[in-house]
């Protein structure tokens, strides 16, 4: 592995400013990186060379002119949910299969105005249906990390499993991720990588495939806290093309990094404390109480009574939302398409072999809950529930909490495979338990890595905030960062 | 509240998804599943409270009322599986 590819953000950002590296250089190196590990990894489903190294040397040329952009020649990936015009973008689905969009997101665009190469789009579960990346249409990607002394696959998590699995295992220097559920968060905990689901509204949802769209957010997935500031200020923006997206200023999310967290009261909810919780995630949890109050927070038991109720909730109002948002695949606009006798069979086949089993699945839920009869009974009931999720949050955030600790998963990675999962789909929406709260809420959440598990693998901390408050939780994640230290994977790939 | 067999294939219709016998069958047993777990929402009182319509207060945008948009018939269908002189083409839906 070259040294070059070893670099975060702000370091590479340092070199290329002090022209000591080149960005052609820094890109080389990645594409060599990817060359050689994905064979193994899964983690990229196109990479796009040509392309990296001709915006490398735009970039270059930049510097020497003195013209670069915040993100001036860091390699990127991007998950394959973003639109990147005339680039595979497919949400690792077979139904989008050869679609190239005419058009940018605006989330990439704000990336490749700010001066950032793109390496290539990156694996995710399909339609970003799922904890583990194995609903990829283009197969799972494998964790990077492995228990001490085993050679057997691990998952990532998911959907953003190739966002993590590339970050963690060096094959960009940042990621962009989307988290409707905890799919940035979650595989963030499981690679060792930092993962930040901004407010609802931060960043534009414009271009980005919808999933859910009340839910979806798209945030960065980095080697450390200061790199996640550095790109999630470049990706969020006011955007007219997006009737959700905030009108706030973006602040300067690096600043934030190093604020002290003196005073500041960080608030742990009892109902976090699940049955059956593992002893080494109580135990790391405690580990990041012990670093917040000893960096001077004060330390408040609350209670978000709605908890348990946001999982269930959340599994009638996304696929509510997915059936849809998903109606638009017909295999007449894009993507496959399977001759039938009729219009009607031709739409019901082309479907049937374009989506996969979790996504027909999640589709079925959506249409049962919406259809006549049963709308007050399931979806019209979750959005009541939701109501009062929210309002949990509001109570204790009008109590003073500034920024709320909790886990960010319920265990360490699992393998890929697992039968328990892939038998009980309810098992694997467990995986969000911690997460989809926030989401809910339309909250920022983050999760850092924050310790190793007894078997070797990374387990990271959550944090939560008010809505549009990301500094608060780039300064205290940055002080669970300082305690814990960073964790890279052994390489064996 | 569950389903049966003939509903999955209700839904499935409505869904415009193809199912087997043999599938409808295995989703009946899934769905069943994931709506046993979301019943636990029976619990909540949800009296008097509001559903949710935006996760954060804000206005609706609007955008000034002026065309902005326009003239891409060509990268509307390039995607297209078949087209024909910036139309989509589809089977025959009217006898």
Redesign the interface.
Known sequence: MSELTKLTIAEAREKLRAREVTSEELTNAYIDAIEAANPTLNAYVTVTSEKARDMARRSDARYAAGEAGALEGIPLGIKDLFATEGVHTQACSHILD??????ESTVTQNLWDDGAVMLGKLNMDEFAMGSSNETSYYGPVTNPWRVEGSNRNLVPGGSSGGSAASVAAMLCAGATATDTGGSIRQPAAFTGTVGIKP???RCSRWGIVAFAS??DQAGPITRDVRDAAIMLKSMASSD?KD?????REVPDYEAAIGRSVKGMKIGIPREYRVDGMPGEIDGLWQKGIDWLRDAGAEIVDISLP?T??AL??Y??VAPAEA?SNL?RY????????H??K????????T??DG?GAEV??R???G??VL?AG?YD??Y?????????I?RDFETVFADGVDAILTPATPSAAFEIGDAEMAA???KM?LNDIFTVTVN???LPGIAVPAGLSESGLPLGLQLIGR?FDEETLFATANVVEQAAGRFTPKRWW | MSVDLATVKRVARLSRLAVSDEEAARMEGELNTILGFVEQLDEVDVTGVEPMTSVTPMAMKKRVDQVTDGDKAADVVANAPASDEGFFLVPKVVE
């Open positions: 050869h679609f190239e969009p005419r058009y407010t609802y509204g009340s839910l007219p009737t959700t997206s905030t009108d709605h348990k109720y269930p909730a599994y009638i059936s109606a017909d295999g007449v606009r894009y993507g496959l398409r001759n039938g009729d219009i009607l069979d031709m739409y019901e086949k479907r049937a989506f027909k699945r589709i079925m839920i249409t049962y259809s049963y009974a399931y019209l009931k979750a959005q009541k529930v939701r109501t009062l929210k009980d789909p309810v929406y809910m809420a339309g809505p």
